[in-house]
């Protein structure tokens, strides 16, 4: 895909005074956003708080700022464009060789919606591991806070949120499972001080905010002692759409499947099939292990 640069210029964010000027192609940010970072290799759940998130970061009227990465950046990204919110990707290096190549596309949508693609880097420079490190280190100057979604212990999101910790932004971590790799990152975040990020009114309380609401519950666990199971009626609201239903019968049919094979199957999008597993996850009609989903 051929990138455009005929409207790349330098851009100097007016709060950050003790920084060059960055290269910018789109509208920048006109404050400090609110940084939505993951993991790459990202679980449903991990999608949909980043989403949710990002949806929580607009409603307050910042731009979501991420890195443009697979996972949960991508879905903090998508979830901005799709709820008419701005949004800036950071790159790693030049505007001219935007990485992952795979998301030129998503970039340039992101700059036709109005958000923009922001670099340290000037045209011409190739992303290098040591830039991705630097990239994060911007991530958390450009934002007013960061919501890690879904991380390891060790990763570019917890680097970024270390920085915003060290500039003395808030940092908020969503909980996750007890026990597994992908909670390793928020939990030692919210171990060391983080805020918990459970709702818009967790974001709103970190910037000093009132109001919002948190994220209703209904995930619950099926059989746990005291507890309630998921309504039929929620089950059926689930699997009685034309798109539950084809996922079910690919399931039934080929037993475990991971994302990328729901969406060969089924010729669904990768977001509907992974907003479709989050639901039936939830009603406890699918159960997912090591990123493959079997019947419960």
């Given at each position: 895909m051929k990138i455009r640069m005929d409207?790349?210029?330098?851009?100097?964010?007016?709060?950050?005074?003790?920084?060059?000027?960055?290269?910018?192609?789109?509208?920048?940010?006109?404050?400090?956003?609110?940084?939505?970072?993951?993991?790459?290799?990202?679980?449903?759940?991990g999608l949909q708080v980043?989403?949710?998130?990002?949806?929580?970061?607009?409603?307050?009227?910042h731009s979501v700022i991420s890195g443009g990465a697979e996972g949960c950046d991508r879905a903090a990204h998508l979830e901005a464009l799709r709820s008419g919110g701005h949004t800036a990707v950071v790159l790693a290096g030049g505007l001219d060789r935007p990485y992952p190549a795979a998301h030129s596309a998503l970039f340039e949508d992101i700059v036709s919606a109005g958000g923009a693609l922001v670099t340290a880097y000037a045209p011409g420079t190739p992303p290098r591991p040591h830039r991705f490190l630097e990239r994060n280190h911007l991530i958390a100057e450009l934002s007013a806070a960061v919501?890690?979604?879904?991380?390891?212990?060790?990763?570019?999101?917890?680097?970024?949120?270390?920085?915003?910790?060290?500039?003395?932004?808030?940092?908020?971590?969503?909980?996750?499972?007890?026990?597994?790799?992908?909670?390793?990152?928020p939990h030692g975040l919210l171990a060391r001080g983080a805020l918990p990020m459970t709702g818009g009114r967790s974001l709103r309380r970190a910037l000093g905010k009132t109001g919002g609401q948190?994220?209703?519950?209904?995930?619950?666990?099926?059989?746990?002692?005291?507890?309630?199971?998921?309504?039929?009626?929620?089950?059926?609201?689930?699997?009685?759409?034309?798109?539950?239903?084809?996922?079910?019968?690919?399931?039934?049919?080929?037993?475990?499947?991971?994302?990328?094979?729901?969406?060969?199957?089924?010729?669904?999008?990768?977001?509907?099939?992974?907003?479709?597993?989050?639901?039936?996850?939830?009603?406890?009609?699918?159960?997912?292990?090591?990123?493959?989903?079997?019947?419960?």
């Open positions: 409207d790349a210029r330098r851009w100097n964010p007016p709060w950050l005074a003790d920084r060059g000027p960055l290269w910018i192609r789109g509208v920048p940010p006109g404050a400090p956003g609110v940084a939505v970072v993951g993991a790459r290799a990202s679980d449903p759940y980043a989403a949710w998130s990002a949806r929580e970061a607009g409603a307050l009227g919501i890690v979604a879904r991380s390891r212990a060790r990763s570019g999101a917890h680097t970024t949120a270390r920085v915003a910790l060290s500039l003395g932004r808030p940092v908020l971590a969503v909980p996750g499972p007890v026990g597994q790799s992908l909670s390793q990152g948190e994220w209703p519950i209904t995930n619950r666990l099926m059989d746990a002692p005291f507890e309630e199971p998921v309504g039929e009626k929620f089950v059926d609201s689930v699997t009685g759409t034309p798109e539950g239903e084809v996922m079910l019968e690919v399931l039934i049919e080929h037993q475990m499947l991971d994302l990328a094979g729901f969406s060969r199957l089924t010729r669904l999008p990768i977001q509907v099939v992974t907003a479709l597993l989050v639901e039936l996850e939830i009603a406890g009609v699918v159960t997912e292990r090591q990123g493959s989903y079997r019947l419960r």
